[in-house]
């Protein structure tokens, strides 16, 4: 980690929880002048009281305390949220968030402020070198975060620092106990952070109200019940389907395997989920890591969505900077609208938004 002494100034995005207020603490250890920077949420039902943990928290470390409104670029991704679902896809709002929002005003409010360095509490790190900027795994495999960092450019990393990649959370939760934190015990959130308080069916209908439809067999195209909006449902949903696995000929529970949008139907399959089985993608608007290979076609692995081990894959990049990716081993409900993010050993060399599926 570099400090010179004319970047002596890091603004930490704060969030009130345990992972955000130990990266303050850590970069005081390391004789940073600290600036805490809260974005004001919209969840009603605990934007007061975490804007109050991280002014506690700030108080207690002694650091300055800054707290923001970013709905206009909030509303950026909720667009995006709303657009990639009229498209029938699966958007990954995390990626776009972190992207325009956590590393786009943040760091120029960062800048204002004097700063150099914007650090968050994701679970990364970043090796800084005269070749450029590179994104490299987490030491907590369980947690590493790169998945969501695809898509920062070298000027978002170049001022980016993570202080837990070299941590497990459970060295983070200790450190701040050890040190008296009142966050040390708040529980991760998994919630859409734009939503707010809204629950998800309450903001599509007001932001995209759909009608039902027929949810039909793919294979027959026989209608076997009814959808109550297509944007509910992702590939590979078995549950809350509606459909009993008394339907069809030989009687097992259903899952999604697409959408048809012009015709508003649901499409469905049974069996051992051949259907949800692919063997190559096309990806476009691929961000790479410190910059474009030059070999243009080579071997790498890579994940299809967060939760998921890494697959050998071949990749080759095309003319228009698309890339058509083909799976060592066919790959299981890989869905159009969330990213496709590659590997090497642990660097992360950026991804793309998955495009079309060939089966």
């Known amino acids: ?47 007061d009281a975490d804007e109050k943990r991280v002014r506690e928290l700030c108080e207690f470390l002694g650091i300055k305390c800054e707290v923001v409104d970013y709905d206009d670029h909030m509303q950026i991704v909720k667009d995006y949220f709303i657009s990639e679902y009229k498209s029938g896809r699966t958007p990954n709002p ?21 700063a150099y360095y914007f650090a968050t509490g994701h679970y990364a790190s970043i090796e800084h ?26 000027h978002q990393l170049e001022k980016a620092l993570f202080p837990l990649g070299s941590l497990t959370k459970s060295e983070v939760r200790e450190i701040a106990r050890e040190n008296g934190l009142v966050s040390s015990e708040t529980k991760d959130s998994y919630d859409i952070c734009f939503l707010g308080s809204e629950k998800f069916k309450t ?66 399959a049974q069996g051992d989920g051949e259907e949800l ?5 096309v990806a476009k608007q691929v961000n790479w890591i410190p910059r474009v290979p030059e070999n243009k076609e080579f071997c790498v692995t890579a994940k299809f969505r967060y939760r998921q081990k890494e697959q050998k894959v071949n990749v080759k990049i095309r003319e228009d900077g698309s890339v058509y990716v083909t799976f060592a081993e066919k790959q299981r409900a890989v869905t159009p609208g969330q990213y496709v993010v590659f590997y090497d050993g642990d660097k992360c060399l950026g991804g793309g938004t998955i495009d079309e599926v060939i089966k």
């Not at 325009?100 to 004097?114: N, Q, S, T």
Request: proline share 1%; glycine share 16%; net charge positive.
């Open 94 to 114: 995390c990626v776009v968030c972190n992207r325009e929002v956590k590393f786009k005003p943040f760091i120029d409010f960062a800048r204002r402020l004097g």
């Open 203 to 268: 903001f599509m209908q007001e932001n995209y109200p759909e009608s039902d439809g027929d949810i039909v067999h793919a294979g027959t195209g026989k209608i076997v019940g009814r959808h109550t909006g297509i944007s509910k449902y992702t590939i590979g949903q078995r549950r809350g389907l509606g459909i009993g696995g008394g339907h069809g000929n030989i009687g097992e529970g259903w899952f999604v395997v697409g959408k048809d949008m012009a015709k508003n139907q649901l499409l469905v």
């Open 277 to 281: 089985l692919s063997s190559a993608l």
């Open 1 to 47: 980690m570099r400090k010179e002494n004319h970047q002596g100034t890091v603004v930490v995005g704060m969030s009130g929880g345990v992972d955000s207020s130990v990266v303050a603490l850590l970069l005081l250890k390391q004789g940073y002048d600290v600036v805490g920077l809260h974005m004001r949420g919209e969840n009603t039902e605990s934007r």
């Open 129 to 154: 070198g005269e070749n450029g900027h590179i994104l490299k795994k987490a030491v907590d495999a369980e947690k590493d975060q790169t998945y969501f960092l695809c898509q920062l450019s070298q």
